[in-house]
């Protein structure tokens, strides 16, 4: 059973060519994703992940990108992301690529949403830049406890890096049967009274990753 992606509520993890992704935003230009698993990655030379041999650009944008497509790069929309620094710097400008680790801006804004990691990983940020202290080595990243701290780019560490698809695909939910058939069936065939209960945790209490959003269902007649 597989939904548009626009209607998958965010935070949710569904499976993208059968890669687990948590939804973090429906954006005008498309869905971003974050996979749901780190890999392990140095992050480059320097911390300026604009640079054309940055390792970790160079193996997002070409043997990942190839991998969780299953060879349709096409399908992952180009997006500007910013490397402004920890301490505003904008000497690194803007990066045009399809796959990148979350700027400082993200990692805030999808605070609620995104899990903390398993360990340290890298985001895109950079701690600083040569323009201010002739820093061109460290890079801001997330801890398993929460915490922002910065690490050498010659390091090796994870990142759960983000990607843009287009909100109009369809994927399948991470459920063990279609969740919609279910409803309707136990619709026809239950007391209304059972039903409105289990209607009632499903749609409110249940603690099961539906990666749908219930409110979209339509609600029974005799609960309307």
Not at 169 to 197: A, C, E, G, K, W
């Amino acid at each position: 059973m597989k939904t548009p992606v626009s209607r998958i509520v965010p935070g949710k993890v569904i499976l993208y060519r059968g890669e687990p992704c948590i939804v973090l935003e429906h954006r005008k230009e498309g869905t971003l994703l974050a996979v749901a698993e780190q890999i392990e990655q140095s992050f480059g030379k320097t911390n300026n992940f604009k640079d054309e041999d940055n390792a970790l650009r160079v193996h997002l944008n070409g043997a990942f990108l190839d991998s969780i497509t299953q060879g349709h790069p096409e399908e992952v929309i180009t997006r500007t992301v910013d490397l402004t620094a920890l301490n505003g710097s904008k000497e690194y400008g803007t990066v045009e690529c399809k796959v990148a680790p979350l700027t400082l801006d993200e990692l805030r804004k999808y605070h609620g949403i995104l899990p903390n990691p398993e360990s340290w990983e890298w985001s895109v940020t950079p701690w600083s830049t040569p323009c201010v202290d002739d820093d061109h080595v460290w890079v801001l990243g997330l801890d398993s406890d929460g915490n922002l701290s910065n690490d050498s780019c010659s390091n090796t560490y994870g990142s759960r890096p983000a990607f843009l698809i287009p909100s109009t695909l369809h994927l399948p939910f991470p459920f063990p049967f279609p969740f919609p058939f279910l409803y309707y069936f136990l619709f026809f065939i239950t007391d209304s009274f059972y039903f409105s209960s289990l209607f009632f945790f499903l749609k409110n209490i249940s603690p099961f990753n539906l990666g749908i959003n219930l409110g979209d269902l339509p609600v029974p007649p005799f609960l309307s």
